[in-house]
């Protein structure tokens, strides 16, 4: 499949950035540290750095089952971050 387009956010402080590691490992995603790949259930895979002085988080799915939209990963994942960072 196909590389789904990337995904900036801002305002990820070290705080946000904890909380979103605890609640994707709680849904089965693996977070290797502040940069790498996430694979999670259903073949997703999940490319992300993030920048701990600026507070930004770049993500890029970069591989997923063709049962789940990008949009709907994106969505997921944006819903995570705006919880925190709301």
Do not use: H, R
Request: proline share 3%; hydrophobic share 35%.
């Amino acid at each position: 499949m196909a590389a789904c387009s990337p995904v900036n956010y801002s305002g990820v402080s070290s705080e946000v950035f904890e909380s979103l590691k605890q609640e994707l490992q709680s849904k089965g995603f693996e977070i290797p540290g502040t940069a790498g790949v996430i694979n999670g259930p259903l073949g997703i895979a999940i490319e992300y750095s993030w920048d701990q002085a600026n507070e930004t988080l770049f993500t890029q799915v970069t591989e997923k089952s063709f049962f789940v939209s990008c949009s709907q990963i994106n969505d997921q994942l944006s819903s995570v971050i705006n919880k925190y960072t709301a």
